[in-house]
């Protein structure tokens, strides 16, 4: 089963609105992290926000927020004021064994979404 | 402060050789992972380095392996390449990759086999 399951293979929004990633995850382990990464063309993976399991407030980063809903295991990304430079795909990742260790480095990806703003 | 540094950003190998990327870990991270990704199977796991000794190995067969030196720089070696190996192979560093720690990405080796 997938472990990260990002539904939207493309978005698009107008520069200046707001827009949401979608991203549900599914473990049985009750220590994980989720990530939220973004690609540009370039290749390189451009870390946006980090959710703990056992955070009691949703993330924010600036013009990023995560909108975690533990129970339904959704962890959406919320780009407010979208600009063109946003344009890039975006990634949610998760990594189990938070407080044990047990999945040193590992993360696992979702397939991504195509974002792209329009002027 | 500098980034994580991977080289070479481009390689063209043939079928059958041996290729050896290197990945520059940001000053103080002891931690590095490499991922595979490709448009068919997205971002794979390969394993993570901590203070030279291998961790965590995702499911990739032998001839994919890796090593950390003492001042945290690793490399990744494929021997006997197939088509299927052409790939973005990321390294990540971290201080720790436990708990909260963050992951900084380099921008990858681009790798075709032909």
């Known amino acids: 089963a997938q472990k990260i399951t990002q539904t939207q293979p493309g978005m698009f929004v107008q520069e200046k609105e707001a827009v949401t990633l979608d991203c549900t995850y599914d473990?049985?382990?009750?220590?994980?992290?989720l990530f939220w990464y973004k690609q540009p063309s370039s290749g390189e993976m451009i870390f946006l926000i980090y959710?703990?399991?056992?955070?009691?407030q949703n993330a924010t980063e600036g013009r990023y927020s995560l909108n975690f809903q533990k129970a339904r295991k959704s962890a959406n990304l919320v780009i407010s004021a979208s600009q063109l430079g946003d344009s890039a795909m975006y990634f949610c990742?998760?990594?189990?064994?938070?407080?044990?260790?047990?999945?040193?480095?590992?993360?696992?990806f979702g397939q991504g979404t195509i974002l792209t703003v329009h002027p | 402060k500098a980034g994580v540094t991977q080289t070479p950003r481009y390689l063209i190998k043939t079928r059958g050789q041996q290729v050896t990327l290197s990945c520059s870990p940001i000053?103080?991270?002891?931690?590095v992972s490499w991922y595979q990704q490709t448009p068919g199977q997205g971002l794979q796991f390969l394993f993570e380095?901590?203070?030279?000794?291998?961790?965590n190995k995702g499911n990739f067969p032998g001839r994919f392996s890796g090593r950390q030196f003492s001042n945290s720089r690793s490399e990744m070696n494929v021997s006997t390449l197939e088509l299927g190996d052409s790939a973005l192979y990321l390294c990540?560093?971290?201080?720790?990759?436990?708990?909260?720690?963050?992951?900084?990405f380099g921008s990858g080796t681009r790798l075709t086999v032909v």
């Open positions: 990540a560093s971290s201080l720790a990759a436990t708990g909260r720690s963050g992951y900084t």
């Open positions: 473990t049985s382990d009750p220590s994980y992290g």
């Open positions: 959710q703990g399991s056992y955070d009691q």
């Open positions: 990742a998760m990594r189990e064994g938070v407080s044990g260790g047990t999945s040193y480095g590992k993360l696992t």
């Open positions: 000053s103080g991270h002891r931690s």
């Open positions: 380095y901590f203070s030279e000794t291998q961790r």
